[in-house]
T-cell receptor, first 115, second 114 residues
Framework: GAGVSQSPSNKVTEKGKDVELRCDPI?????LYWYRQSLGQGLEFLIY????????KSGLPSDRFSAERTGGSVSTLTIQRTQQEDSAVYLC?????????????FGPGTRLTVL | AQSVTQPDIHITVSEGASLELRCNYS??????LFWYVQSPGQGLQLLLK??????LVQGIKGFEAEFKRSQSSFNLRKPSVHWSDAAEYFC????????????FGKGTRLLVKP
C-alpha cells in the first residue's frame, strides 16, 4: 500500500510569511508524528497525534508553530511568520497507534527554505 | 532528561570490512532503543530495536546491535559492509509513561570505500 506522503516536497518562502506543510499518513494508522531535521542538529521530535488529539505540544519550538489533525488522517504543520532558523527538513511519520511498540513509518519530508 | 550521543559524525570503512557505530544514551529507567538508517533521497527506515530480553538484537540488512546497560550503550554492528550501506545512521531512545517522546542522536554518516 501507499506509504506516508508529504507535500510539498520543497518549499521556499520569504522571511515573515506563513507556511503550511501537509502529511498524509498510511491508511489505518491512528498515530502521527512530526519531526524537524536541521543541519547539525539531527532529528528533533516536535509533536505527535493519537487520533485528532495532541497530548503534548511542548516539543513545538515556539508559539509560531502549530499543528492540527482532522478526521484522524491528514495533518498540517503551520509555521507563522517564518524565520531563517526555521529552514530545515520537516519529517512526518505514522504508526498503527502511538507508543514505542508500534513502528513509525516515515515520509520523504518537506524541505523548507526561508530566505 | 534523556539524551542520545553518537560520538562519530563521519565514519569511513572499506567495502567488506566490519562496522561498528557507537551510541550512548542517558536515561534513568530501562530505555527503548532504536537504530534508523536514512539513505540519500529516502526516508528513515527502522533497522532494529531493543525493548527487553536478549541484549543482542538482530535487524534488517544484516545489522545487529548490543545493549550494554553498564556502559549505557547500544552500538550497531555489521560484519561485512556493502557499498549500498553508505547512508546516515541514527540512534534513538524513547520512553513511554505519562507521555511519549522520541529522542534521536545527531547521526553518523557512513562512507564506504571500494
Amino acid at each position: 500500500g501507499a506509504g506516508v506522503s508529504q507535500s510539498p516536497s520543497n518549499k521556499v518562502t520569504e522571511k515573515g510569511k506563513d507556511v503550511e506543510l501537509r502529511c498524509d499518513p498510511i491508511s489505518g494508522h491512528t498515530a502521527l508524528y512530526w519531526y524537524r531535521q536541521s543541519l547539525g542538529q539531527g532529528l528533533e521530535f516536535l509533536i505527535y497525534f493519537q487520533g485528532n488529539s495532541a497530548p503534548d505540544k511542548s516539543g513545538l519550538p515556539s508559539d509560531r508553530f502549530s499543528a492540527e489533525r482532522t478526521g484522524g488522517s491528514v495533518s498540517t504543520l503551520t509555521i507563522q511568520r517564518t524565520q531563517q532558523e526555521d529552514s530545515a527538513v520537516y519529517l512526518c511519520a505514522s504508526s498503527l497507534a502511538a507508543g514505542v511498540y508500534n513502528e513509525q513509518f516515515f515520509g520523504p519530508g518537506t524541505r523548507l527554505t526561508v530566505l | 532528561a534523556q539524551s542520545v550521543t553518537q560520538p562519530d559524525i563521519h565514519i569511513t570503512v572499506s567495502e567488506g570490512a566490519s562496522l561498528e557505530l557507537r551510541c550512548n544514551y542517558s536515561y534513568g529507567a530501562t530505555p527503548y532503543l532504536f537504530w534508523y538508517v536514512q539513505s540519500p533521497g529516502q526516508g528513515l527506515q527502522l533497522l532494529l530495536k531493543y525493548f527487553s530480553g536478549d541484549t543482542l538484537v538482530q535487524g534488517i540488512k544484516g545489522f545487529e546491535a548490543e545493549f550494554k546497560r553498564s556502559q549505557s550503550s547500544f552500538n550497531l554492528r555489521k560484519p561485512s559492509v556493502h557499498w549500498s550501506d553508505a547512508a546516515e545512521y541514527f540512534c534513538a531512545v524513547s520512553e513511554q509513561g505519562q507521555g511519549f517522546s522520541f529522542i534521536f542522536g545527531k547521526g553518523t554518516r557512513l562512507l564506504v570505500k571500494p
